[in-house]
């Protein structure tokens, strides 16, 4: 294709690197705000992430002995560039810069790679702490990527049948058919898989009921144990980033097909209710339960979350 | 072109890590009763990390004692670049009740380099937030004269 | 999980509990132990409070200089345990407690409270006690 000068203004920009970073850590500070009213506190200021962030650049970077230089300062930032890329792809105010026909595969390996850079990490650091979390962070992945994959296929499916009679795998043209046929979450069909979506969210970005590899208190930070000053800030800002990946890819997959005609006020909406599901899949499940045990999480997602979905995705084929 | 701005942002978020070093527990509890929601310090943007390089400011409670000695050297030294020492209560400024027993070595300031000591056996919460803030802005001024 | 997702979501909606210390201003309550006030004038020289000190915190020191003996008593804020012992034992009341709980310093010096009176000899007169806390009467001459 072409090289069109509207490119760099997409990937820089909006929405890129500046947007997604704003709308992340705006995320994560509206998050620590709700809980804490929820806690009935005060709480921090709504832009606190953006001064953690300017703080953590302004610190030493120390790379302990046993570590290996270049994987350990690499790892954060392989993992928030395949973030920005996920950001590309991922329709948002009805506008997909980069398209193609099989977007989801694509996106459940980038997905991927965040996770993959946060075990690389603790691997590089060489502390005990970071193997226990590394080992935590395998299970969590092994344990979400399977109802992740089932509702990716089921919303496939879906709106494969009505277009071609087969499957899709593109973004595209998951939104046309919510534009012709109103929005994914209207069908009852699709009802479980959005629920088995929303409970995904959490574990996918770590926060508290699922956060077994970054236990705070338990094993001293887990995987970013030994990291410091800026590869610290880029974790951080990945962590904050996913937030807003993944209630945008709910809002792509189930709440699409409705404009106002206008694109920014199209993504003022967007993000409103980005942040409503940040409030409900992130903060409440963050304010009113302990974490969970690898054990419990591993049979969580398997079993209940991925049955939601395997239900879904039985009732789409059998043409519900 | 950006140090204005990480100066100006090194005050709003410090974060705290707690060693006790022999301590009653006394001050522990106070130091955690100031993130509890009545007092709560978490609006002036402090946090409680599990590990030492994450940390900006190093509370440490209680008087060095001969087991603890090497330990706390290490994980001080670990914290990097700019950072605060606050000793927390009587007992790191003088030992307290404690001077003179065969386990004790001595203040915290015969082997670190204390910025700030909140007095008290224990200190108020209201005390220990004050001494949180001081830290805080000898903190931007340490960042401020830093390369 | 789901009674206290009933309470937090009502927390969400009312005020919080939180007092905004450094902004607004906390006063101790009645009878708190804080930093100690010494009236160097009622003194007497006896050191009951310093052997009964359990952290060793008071000291005291002498000088001579030409119109008498002016000693110096030292309280060590940074080693007081706040038991009120020294209160308790005084028998010319000239220790008291106040109610400043605020004793953050960056220097040592600041948190040592101390006063100085002229010790009572036979003969020498006592010059009228220096500008201290308070302002005291004359101390009689002790023949």
């Not at chain 1, 979400?144 to 296929?153: A, F, G, K, R, S």
Request: glycine content about 8%; hydrophobic content about 45%.
């Amino acid at each position: 294709m072409t090289f069109n000068p509207m490119y760099l203004f997409y990937i820089l920009v909006f929405p890129g690197f500046l947007f997604t970073s704003f709308a992340g850590l705006l995320l994560a500070g509206i998050d620590r705000k709700v809980l804490a009213h929820m806690q009935k506190r005060i709480g921090p200021p709504i832009t606190q992430p953006f001064y953690d962030f300017m703080k953590l650049m302004g610190k030493e970077t120390i790379v302990p002995d046993a570590a290996p230089k270049a994987v350990f300062l690499g790892a954060p930032v392989i993992g928030l560039i395949s973030l920005f890329v996920t950001a590309l792809l991922i329709p948002f105010a009805g506008l997909t810069p980069f398209y193609g026909i099989a977007d989801i595969i694509v996106l459940i390996y980038l997905l991927t790679i965040p996770a993959v850079a946060i075990i690389i990490g603790g691997a590089a650091s060489g502390s005990p702490f970071s193997g226990v979390g590394i080992s935590r962070e395998m299970v969590t992945i092994v344990s979400y990527e399977l109802p992740l994959i089932l509702v990716l296929l089921t919303v496939g499916k879906k709106a494969g049948m009505a277009l071609t009679g087969g499957m899709t795998f593109s973004l595209i043209d998951i939104s046309a058919y919510q534009a012709q046929n109103g929005m994914m979450i209207t069908h009852w069909a699709m009802i479980p898989a959005a629920i088995a979506f929303l409970l995904i969210i959490p574990g996918e970005v770590g926060t508290q009921p699922f956060d077994v590899a970054e236990a705070e208190t338990e094993i001293c930070e887990g995987t970013m144990a030994e990291y410091s000053g800026a590869p610290l800030a880029l974790f951080e800002l990945s962590h904050s980033v996913k937030m807003f990946i993944m209630t945008a890819l709910f809002t792509a997959l189930f709440l699409q097909g409705w404009t106002t005609g206008i694109v920014a006020l199209d993504a003022v909406i967007d993000l409103a209710i980005c942040i409503l599901l940040t409030i409900i899949t992130m903060t409440l499940p963050h304010a009113s339960a302990a974490r969970l045990k690898v054990e419990w999480l591993f049979r969580f997602y398997w079993q209940i979350v991925a049955g939601l979905a395997l239900i879904s995705l039985i009732l789409v084929w059998l043409g519900l | 072109m950006f140090k204005k701005l990480i100066d100006s942002c090194t005050e709003k978020s410090p974060w705290i890590y707690h060693i006790n070093s022999g301590s009653c527990n006394g001050c522990d509890i106070e130091l955690v009763a100031v993130l509890t929601p009545r007092y709560d310090a978490e609006r002036l943007g402090f946090k409680l990390v599990g590990t030492p390089r994450h940390a900006d400011i190093v509370v440490v409670s209680g008087p060095v004692t001969s087991q603890s000695r090497e330990r706390l050297i290490r994980t001080i030294e670990q914290v990097p670049d700019p950072k605060v020492v606050v000793s927390l209560g009587s007992c790191p400024r003088s030992c307290n009740v404690f001077k003179g027993s065969y386990s004790v070595e001595g203040p915290l300031d015969k082997f670190v380099k204390v910025d700030v000591s909140v007095a008290g056996c224990a200190p108020k919460p209201e005390a220990v937030i004050d001494g949180l803030y001081k830290a805080a802005q000898i903190l931007k001024e340490k960042r401020r004269n830093m390369k | 999980m789901l009674p206290f997702m009933k309470v937090a979501v009502k927390n969400l909606f009312s005020k919080s509990d939180c007092e905004k210390y450094p902004f607004v201003p906390k006063e101790a309550p009645a009878n708190y132990r804080g930093r100690i006030v010494f009236y160097p004038e009622k003194c007497i020289g006896c050191d009951i409070c310093e052997r009964v000190c359990s952290p060793q915190a008071i000291s005291t020191s002498e000088e001579q200089k030409e119109d008498g003996i002016y000693v110096t008593r030292t309280f060590h804020m940074g080693s007081c345990t706040f038991c009120q012992t020294c209160v308790d034992f005084c028998p010319k009341h000239a220790i008291e407690m106040s109610k400043d709980y605020d004793m953050v310093v960056t220097d040592e010096n600041d948190l040592k409270v101390s006063g100085t009176y002229q010790k009572k000899q036979r003969g020498i007169p006592v010059s009228a006690p220096k500008p201290a806390a308070k302002p005291a009467t004359e101390a009689p001459v002790k023949n």
